[in-house]
């Protein structure tokens, strides 16, 4: 019998997905937006009718995915399909962490193998026919055995000492919790670069020449301690550019894909890392760190005085009131929230950037910023004209057009 916590689910369930068609369809409506003067130059006739092919054919792929993953999920609801995973993982054992671990690996695992197709046909069919994938069938399944295995390692253990704390001092189990992320967060931070990366890419120190010379004038020019410039082989999956800024302290880095230092000039690079390094210099990275720390704090409180409601696993068709079956109910019933914090986040994001960019615009780089966006624009057939609405709900970044006008605004300012 369904309850109404059943019921809360699934609207929530629906609710998110027409929210999001209706996005989609906002966005694809301003395909044809005549491009403002700023953004002419990003491309020519021919490479503005290829990006826009591109976001068509990522939007259609987008629906089929999506629709797919709506109707998974709502099979699983009506079917029982959680109270069955249940079921198989009580099977093979009785204590509640073995259980719960064997019951997120068989949906994990499940999720993985059914979306797997989707998986190849994006990178090796749309990403291919756009030019833009390097990557090789073994990469791409080795990628995901990797993935496995750091779930199962990460995840994993984390899931268990999480529940080892509920066993231990039941509705509390939150404060310990909390203690455990946080570590882990600030570990992360620190050691990502040193210990997860080299699992999937390459990274060598910058060498010695122009480039590296120039950073480390900049560097010393903005009082930024730099020790750590690391260029990584983004190149072996996609010919798309990025650059990065990871670490706190001593450990803090700066990572250049090789596809970044191929495209762009020094001083447009410089350019990209004088904005980089503002993030640093504003403390971004260390607030974000902290308001990560807060919104988990928020999230497991009031799942504690949630965990031992009985109606959270029977509204996923089980009788016996379990850990697992309750964080599963609450991740979906606790979305809304999730998406409300996750609004404000894009704010102070998308601040945050306007910050970064002020930061280089202070040392004469707004330029060479400029020019750089517009190349890696054009390299990544970036949709130019995005409708408003689908920016402040899924952009953490402003885009391009807003990034070029308060940049125009910032030199103008600098040279009265």
């Given at each position: 019998m369904y309850n109404t916590v059943f019921y809360i689910i699934v609207g929530i369930i629906v609710f998110d997905f027409i929210l999001e068609r209706v996005l989609s369809v906002l966005n694809t409506s301003r395909m044809n937006t005549p491009l403002p003067d700023e953004v002419k130059d990003v491309y020519d006739e021919d490479?503005?009718?290829?990006?826009?092919?591109?976001?068509?054919?990522n939007d259609r792929f987008s629906l089929v995915t999506s629709s797919f993953s709506f109707i998974?999920?709502?099979?699983?609801?009506?079917?029982?399909?959680?109270?069955?995973?249940?079921?198989?993982?009580?099977?093979?054992?009785?204590?509640?962490?073995?259980?719960?671990?064997?019951?997120?690996?068989?949906?994990?695992?499940?999720?993985?193998?059914?979306?797997?197709?989707?998986?190849?046909?994006?990178?090796?069919?749309?990403?291919?026919?756009?030019?833009f994938n390097k990557t090789t069938l073994k990469t791409f399944f080795l990628d995901k055995i990797k993935g496995w295995l750091l779930g199962a390692i990460i995840g994993g253990g984390l899931l268990s000492l999480i529940i080892w704390f509920y066993l231990q001092t039941q509705q509390l189990f939150w404060i310990y919790a909390l203690i455990a992320f946080s570590a882990f967060s600030i570990f992360m931070s620190m050691f990502y670069s040193n210990l997860i990366v080299p699992l999937?890419?390459?990274?060598?120190?910058?060498?010695?020449?122009?480039?590296?010379?120039?950073?480390?004038?900049?560097?010393?020019?903005?009082?930024?301690?730099?020790?750590?410039?690391?260029?990584?082989?983004?190149?072996?999956?996609?010919?798309?550019?990025?650059?990065?800024?990871t670490g706190l302290g001593?450990?803090?880095?700066i990572v250049l894909y090789d596809?970044?230092?191929?495209?762009?000039?020094?001083?447009?690079?410089?350019?990209?890392?004088?904005?980089?390094?503002?993030?640093?210099?504003?403390r971004h990275t260390l607030i974000g760190l902290i308001t990560g720390i807060v919104q988990t704090a928020i999230t497991l409180f009031i799942f504690s005085l949630l965990v031992d409601s009985p109606?959270?696993?029977?509204?996923?068709?089980?009788?016996?009131?379990?850990?697992?079956?309750?964080?599963?109910a609450f991740g979906m019933i606790y979305s809304p929230v999730a998406l409300i914090s996750g609004l404000i986040m894009n704010v102070f994001s998308r601040r945050n950037e306007y910050t970064a960019d002020r930061f280089a615009a202070r040392y004469n780089l707004a330029g060479y910023l400029i020019s750089a966006l517009k190349k890696l624009s054009h390299?990544?057939?970036?949709?130019?004209?995005p409708h408003p609405a689908y920016v402040f709900f899924h952009y953490s970044h402003p885009t391009l057009l807003q990034r070029i006008k308060a940049l125009l605004e910032q030199e103008t300012g600098n040279k009265e």
């Amino acid at each position: 019998m369904y309850n109404t916590v059943f019921y809360i689910i699934v609207g929530i369930i629906v609710f998110d997905f027409i929210l999001e068609r209706v996005l989609s369809v906002l966005n694809t409506s301003r395909m044809n937006t005549p491009l403002p003067d700023e953004v002419k130059d990003v491309y020519d006739e021919d490479q503005y009718k290829k990006s826009q092919e591109y976001k068509k054919t990522n939007d259609r792929f987008s629906l089929v995915t999506s629709s797919f993953s709506f109707i998974v999920i709502l099979l699983m609801l009506f079917l029982g399909g959680f109270n069955f995973a249940d079921e198989i993982a009580r099977q093979f054992a009785a204590h509640p962490i073995a259980v719960a671990l064997i019951f997120f690996g068989i949906l994990m695992l499940a999720s993985d193998i059914i979306n797997t197709p989707f998986g190849l046909y994006d990178t090796f069919v749309i990403e291919e026919k756009f030019g833009f994938n390097k990557t090789t069938l073994k990469t791409f399944f080795l990628d995901k055995i990797k993935g496995w295995l750091l779930g199962a390692i990460i995840g994993g253990g984390l899931l268990s000492l999480i529940i080892w704390f509920y066993l231990q001092t039941q509705q509390l189990f939150w404060i310990y919790a909390l203690i455990a992320f946080s570590a882990f967060s600030i570990f992360m931070s620190m050691f990502y670069s040193n210990l997860i990366v080299p699992l999937f890419n390459k990274q060598k120190p910058l060498e010695e020449g122009a480039l590296k010379e120039a950073i480390e004038n900049f560097s010393k020019k903005a009082g930024f301690k730099l020790k750590n410039i690391y260029v990584i082989d983004g190149s072996k999956r996609s010919t798309k550019a990025n650059a990065y800024f990871t670490g706190l302290g001593a450990k803090k880095r700066i990572v250049l894909y090789d596809t970044l230092i191929n495209d762009l000039t020094v001083d447009e690079i410089v350019a990209v890392l004088a904005h980089e390094i503002g993030h640093y210099k504003k403390r971004h990275t260390l607030i974000g760190l902290i308001t990560g720390i807060v919104q988990t704090a928020i999230t497991l409180f009031i799942f504690s005085l949630l965990v031992d409601s009985p109606q959270l696993s029977q509204a996923l068709g089980s009788d016996q009131p379990s850990f697992h079956l309750a964080l599963i109910a609450f991740g979906m019933i606790y979305s809304p929230v999730a998406l409300i914090s996750g609004l404000i986040m894009n704010v102070f994001s998308r601040r945050n950037e306007y910050t970064a960019d002020r930061f280089a615009a202070r040392y004469n780089l707004a330029g060479y910023l400029i020019s750089a966006l517009k190349k890696l624009s054009h390299k990544n057939l970036t949709n130019l004209t995005p409708h408003p609405a689908y920016v402040f709900f899924h952009y953490s970044h402003p885009t391009l057009l807003q990034r070029i006008k308060a940049l125009l605004e910032q030199e103008t300012g600098n040279k009265e």
